[in-house]
């Protein structure tokens, strides 16, 4: 039979129009599909969906993209420069004879973002026309490039250290460690080096490293401003929840616009294929008896309850081990909550905490080590917190209320509208609210009874900004005994974000971000086999699920170590009890952070940045560089160099960026890369966020982000960062 061709069905759009089923429907499958989705694609497009004529055979596609994926994803640096600099060569060979006339170096030079005197263009091109016949083929070509590629500012630094010979013997590379900042390294650690990062065999057997051997570990992730020991799990786990910043998103369940935009289980596998660790289900009542998710009194699309559930089951720990929060904002009636219990109870198995474990301390919540591979209900406990009108008041409605933030007539709907007994809680969903009961926050003072750190308060960033303000030392008090969760205001109709460094700051555990997704990102691939209902399998690779702009990015930066787990530890002044912390009094300047403090060699270049008007072939991006920190609001601050013009290639600045920093233990350091203009606002080229406790010291790449946060392969910056404390 066809598929029913349901909006709800989370795989109608693949199996509409062939011999198979859908989920809406749950009609057998009989064929199988895998999608996928590229890098380029554009916002809001839906994957490439695509029928085999057998499960094996579809299964045999997606093992070979997804090999594809993790080969180029390994490309070392040198590797994608290579493939960087032969896609443009071929592209500026027009007739395609493999030989390169001036006039097409001339456009390879334009396509690469730099714009030289012809004459010392043409200079260079003769110096390299060995066959003197006015074409450049074979050797000559590769000579042009490496001419072309020369590092200036990196062949001044590793003269410091290699002397005459021009090549670093073991000891001499560990000098340059040392000034690096590079505790604890050895000659075993520097021979190790140069057995990994250079390319000469020759000088390999010697132990000697020459300058592009310099080059490759400079610009491999050992050379990178992020600390590689930190994008591993290096945390202590075993604390708990409430120690943690969780990687959280709203209205997860949305690919688009909150007002008209698809629902659909993707958004979710996308979220956790990101370590995304706290995802909202948006629960109303559905035909059929069965629940459906999606915005209430929206136009958005429909997805069943019970398959979001099972995406949860086969993909909430692909990417991380650490526990997932299921934050339930319930419209449902008795008896469709009762049909969510069943699903969660029956998909999720053991994954589901149904009870308090056993060993764990009454006083506070398990940590994330003790919950690997399980999965927590956030909602309503019974009994609840009563409202005055003698019934529960869900976690999100008393924010609506009073910040009358609701989205459309849901403002203004009398509780019979939105659904049978909609205020009332099932006892069946009230017992699976464990370690996560949703409260209204009453007082950021400690009651005088026994510690509830079950209890979780949501609020709008509106009252959160309030409660910051007025009291905040309390509520970072608050925040290390309790979870407390943190949506954007219900005007934001076009899911924009708000900043989540303002409420990390006070210890928020959960600012969640609007779900809305990049349109690129790696590519995703998932096999749809034929299987028994609820038993469809497949894998998920990463794309990134939430609106991009700065805040996201932030996001992203504060997530970007830890092994990417979706948990990241709390400084010590957010954990402690009796804390004296306030973000709005941190105290004298203790940190001063320092971009190219050296006066030789004048290090703050950029490499191979993008073409940003491709429709123009002159065009030349003019780049500046700014620096900006983000943290308590007296270290908010922002600098940024001059601009260079028309070189995005191999651009140079001699400027030096400080910054006095109070609380550089909660501080996010952003560098962006933009393309100046006189007469409208600056383009946006690329950048990158991470942590300033991440930050390594001494010479430094840093491997540019596009807006989306896809790689900007090859394009980076060069800086000498310093940090001195107090």
């Known amino acids: ?88 060569l071929h592209r500026a060979d027009s007739n395609q004879d493999s030989k390169m006339s001036f006039k097409e170096i001339k456009s390879l030079l334009c396509m690469v973002n730099v714009d030289v005197n012809d004459m010392y263009a043409y200079r260079l091109f003769k110096a390299c026309d060995q066959s003197n016949d006015e074409r450049l083929e074979g050797g000559e070509i590769e000579e042009f490039v490496r001419q072309l590629l020369k590092r200036p500012e990196l062949e001044e630094l590793f003269c410091q250290f290699s002397g005459e010979d021009r090549v670093l013997s073991t000891s001499e590379l560990l000098e340059f460690l040392k000034a690096q900042g590079e505790t604890g390294a050895t000659l075993a650690h520097a021979r190790q080096l140069i057995q990994t990062y250079e390319l000469h065999e020759t000088a390999k057997r010697h132990e000697l490293m020459t300058l592009d051997g310099f080059m490759m570990y400079l610009l491999s992730p050992e050379g990178a401003a ?25 209205n997860t369940y949305l690919t688009d616009s909150q007002i008209g935009g698809l629902s659909s289980t993707e958004a979710y596998i996308r979220a956790f294929s990101q370590g995304c660790r706290c995802v909202e289900l948006d629960c109303w009542e559905g035909p059929g008896g069965e629940p459906v998710i999606y915005h209430g009194h929206t136009l958005t699309s429909k997805i069943l309850f019970r398959d979001v559930v099972q995406a949860v089951h086969d993909h909430a720990f692909e990417r991380s081990p650490y526990p997932v929060i299921l934050s339930l904002e319930n419209h449902c009636g008795l008896e469709q909550q009762a049909v969510m219990a069943h699903h969660l109870r029956t998909i999720l198995g053991d994954q589901l905490v149904t009870e308090v474990l056993g060993t764990q301390d009454p006083q506070e919540l398990p940590s994330p080590e003790h919950l690997k591979g399980r999965v927590l209900v956030k909602g309503k406990k019974l009994p609840g917190s009563w409202g005055e009108d003698s019934r529960p008041v869900s976690d999100r409605e008393e924010e609506e209320e009073e910040d009358g933030e609701a989205v459309g007539p849901a403002q203004h709907r009398a509780p019979s509208q939105a659904g049978p007994q909609a205020g009332q809680i099932s006892p069946e969903l009230s017992a699976l609210a464990v370690y996560c009961c949703a409260t209204r926050l009453q007082t950021l003072q400690p009651g005088p009874g026994p510690a509830q750190p079950c209890q979780v308060s949501s609020l709008s960033e509106r009252k959160a900004r309030k409660l910051l303000r007025e009291a905040g030392n309390s509520f970072v008090r608050h925040n290390t005994r309790q979870l407390t969760r943190v949506y954007p205001l219900g005007l934001r109709v076009n899911s924009a974000n708000y900043s989540p460094q303002e409420m990390w700051n006070v210890g928020c555990q959960l600012g969640v971000l609007w779900a809305s997704p990049a349109g690129s990102g790696a590519a995703i691939l998932r096999a749809f086999c034929s299987a028994p209902e609820g038993q469809q399998g497949g894998g998920a690779v990463a794309l990134n699920f939430q609106t991009p702009g700065y805040e996201m990015d932030l996001n992203t930066g504060r997530f970007l170590v830890n092994g990417r787990c979706g948990y990241v530890l709390k400084p010590l002044c957010l954990r402690q009890p ?70 995005g290639f191999n651009p140079r600045w001699g400027q030096t960026l400080q910054f006095l920093l109070r609380a550089p233990e909660l501080a996010l350091v952003r560098f962006v890369v933009e393309d100046y203009d006189t007469a409208s606002p600056n383009d946006f080229v690329g950048q990158f966020t991470l942590p300033l406790s991440s930050l390594k010291q001494g010479y430094r790449h840093i491997h540019l982000l596009a807006k989306d946060g896809a790689p900007l392969s090859p394009a980076t910056l060069f800086i000498h960062v310093c940090a001195q404390h107090s």
């Open 1 to 88: 039979m066809p598929c029913c061709g349901a909006r709800s069905c989370a795989r109608s759009a693949r199996t509409r129009g062939r011999r198979s089923g859908c989920t809406g429907c749950r009609r057998t499958a009989s064929a199988c599909g895998f999608s996928g989705a590229s890098r380029m694609r554009p916002q809001g497009t839906s994957n490439l969906d695509l029928v085999a004529r057998s499960a094996e055979e579809a299964q045999h596609w997606a093992r070979g993209l997804d090999k594809l994926r993790v080969r180029l994803e390994a490309m070392s640096q040198w590797e994608r420069l290579d493939h960087w600099i032969h896609f443009y």
């Open 226 to 250: 992020l600390d590689p020991a930190h994008a591993l799990v290096f945390q202590d786990m075993g604390q708990p929840l409430t120690h943690y910043f969780i990687s959280s998103s709203h």
């Open 578 to 647: 009796d804390t004296a912390f306030d973000p709005g009094r941190p105290g004298p300047p203790n940190t001063t952070l320092t971009i190219q403090p050296c006066p030789s060699p004048q290090v703050l270049s950029a490499q191979q940045l993008p073409k940003l008007n491709t429709e123009k072939p002159g065009s030349i991006v003019d780049p500046l560089v700014r620096v900006e920190i983000h943290g308590v609001p007296e270290d908010c601050a922002q600098q940024e160099t001059s601009h260079v013009l028309n070189n």
